[in-house]
C-alpha cells in the first residue's frame, strides 16, 4: 500500500480543490467562519475525503499566497470577525503557542510593523539600521511598538485557533485538508529579512542568484522568479533546521502537504540576480534527499507529502519521489495532445502512486480549456470516451475518477461547468488572478455533489476512510 493511501485509510478517494477565499460570505473574501463549517459539512455528507486548498499564508500585492511576506505566518483576510476574542485576554494557552512559535513569530510581527512604518517599501530599501537588523534598533522597536507588535502576534494566535477549530471539525467529519508549500520564499519577506545567511543575497540584500527553470517547449527564455535560492552549505551547518521547522508548521495545519516544485528537492536552476531572462542559468544539487531523510524519521517513516512533479522531469527526481513513496502528479488537461504515449492519459499511468485532476488552479477551467482545443485534440478525447463531449469538467472527471490513482481531485469550477471567468490564476500575468469567489449560498452545489459522490460510488471512490 502506498503511503498516500495509507493517509486515506487504505482506500481510493475523491477531493475537491477550493481556496479559503472563495468561500461566500459577507467579507471581501472567504475567512475561516460558518461558510467553511458548512462546506465541511456539504463535503462529508457526499463522501468527499480531501478538500484541497492553496497557501494560507499572507498574500502579495497581487493576492498570491505563493510570494508570501511569510512562510509561516496566517493570512489575516482569513479572520472571522464573529469569533475575535479580546486583544487584553493573553491566556495560558496564547504564552504557550507564542513559545513553540517564537523562532518565526518574533520577526514576522517585527516584519509586519516595519513594512507599515516605512510605507510599504521592500526591506532591503529600508533605512540601513533595519534592513541590517542592528540589534540596538530591534530592542528600540520591540520597545517602542509593544503594543503594535503583541497586535501582530495576538492576530496570528486568533488566526490559529481559528483554523485548528476547522481542522479538528474536519477530522470528526472523515474530511483531510490538503495544503500546499511553495519550494521558495519571496524575497520580500521576513523569512529572507531575518535570515540573509540562508539565502543568496548580495550585501545590500539584493538576488545574488534568483530562482526559475530553464528554456522549455512553453517559454523559449525560460521563467524567472525573482525569488532568492538557497545557500545549502549554510542550511547543512544546523541540520537544515530552518526548512524542517518549514515543513513541521505546514503539517501542524494540514492532514496532507502538496510540495510545490518538488524538482528542486532533487535539483534547482540558479540565475545571476542580475540577468532579466532565465537562460544563462546552470542546475545546481539539491539536499532534498537528506531533508525529506530527517523529516521522515520525525514522522514516524510515512511522509504525508505529495509531489508536484509537473512539468520536464528527470530520473532523479522521479528515484527521489519513489524513494520516499511520494505521489507524483497527473493533470487531465495535459493528456490530450494526440499522442498516445502522453504520460498523462489515464491508460498511461505508470505503477505507483498518483494524485490526478480535471485541472489545478493555474488551469483554465475545463469548459475554458475545451473551448480552446484544436479539432484534433477534441476528437482524441471524444474517441476515449467512446460519445461526443456536453460537459467537459464532467467527462474529464469520469476518467479521473475511473484511473488507479490514489486521490482524484477536480476544483469546484470544474464540478461547476464554469467558464474561465472562474479561472483562479493565469501563470506569467501579475493582475486578475486569485479573486474568484462563490457567489451562492453553498447549499445550492448539493446537486453538482451528488452527481460527483454518484460517479465516486461508480468507480469504487469515497468509501469510508476510517
Known sequence: MSNLLGHLGGQRQYGVLMHVSSLPGAGTNGCFGPAALEWIDLLAEHHVKVWQVLPLAPVDNTGSPYSSPSGFALNPQFLDPDQLEPEQEFDQDFH??????????????????????????????????????????????????????????????????????????????????????????????????????????????????????????????????????????????????????????????????????????????????????????????????????????????????????????????????????????????FAFDADSSNAYLPQNFANGSWVVYTGTHDNATARGWWRDQSTEVKQQLQNLLGHSVEAPGWELLRLALASTADLAVVPLQDLMSLDNEARFNTPGTSSGNWSWRLDQPIANLKGHFEGLQHLGNIYGRGRSSG
Not at 488566526?159 to 519550494?183: A, C, I, M, N, T
Not at 532533487?266 to 532565465?278: C, K, L, R
Request: net charge positive; with cysteine.
Open 96 to 333: 504557550h503557542w507564542y513559545g513553540k512559535q517564537r523562532h518565526w513569530l518574533v520577526d514576522h510581527c517585527r516584519f509586519m510593523v516595519l513594512r507599515r512604518r516605512f510605507a510599504g517599501a521592500p526591506w532591503w530599501e529600508w533605512p540601513c539600521s533595519f534592513a541590517s537588523r542592528h540589534q540596538g534598533e530591534l530592542r528600540q522597536l520591540d520597545l517602542q511598538e509593544g503594543k503594535a507588535l503583541s497586535q501582530e502576534a495576538w492576530q496570528q494566535w486568533q488566526l490559529e485557533k481559528q483554523w485548528q477549530k476547522l481542522r479538528r471539525y474536519s477530522r470528526e467529519h472523515g474530511v483531510k485538508l490538503l495544503g500546499d508549500l511553495p519550494f521558495y520564499g519571496a524575497h520580500d519577506s521576513a523569512d529572507v529579512w531575518s535570515k540573509p545567511g540562508l539565502f543568496s543575497l548580495n550585501p545590500d540584500g539584493s538576488l545574488a542568484q534568483q530562482s526559475g527553470v530553464p528554456p522549455d517547449y512553453f517559454s523559449s527564455t525560460g521563467q524567472l522568479w525573482s525569488t532568492p535560492v538557497y545557500r545549502w552549505s549554510r542550511h547543512r551547518l544546523n541540520g537544515y533546521r530552518w526548512w524542517l521547522r518549514r515543513l513541521q508548521r505546514q503539517l501542524e495545519l494540514f492532514d496532507l502537504l502538496r510540495l510545490d516544485h518538488f524538482r528542486a528537492f532533487a535539483g534547482f536552476w540558479s540565475v545571476a540576480g542580475a540577468d532579466q531572462t532565465a537562460e544563462h542559468g546552470e542546475w545546481l544539487p539539491s539536499p532534498g534527499k537528506v531533508i525529506l531523510k530527517k523529516l521522515s524519521r520525525r514522522c514516524g517513516g510515512s511522509l504525508p507529502l505529495v509531489a508536484e512533479d509537473l512539468g520536464v522531469i528527470t530520473s532523479d527526481v522521479d528515484a527521489l519521489r519513489l524513494q520516499f513513496d511520494l505521489p507524483g502528479m497527473k493533470v487531465l488537461q
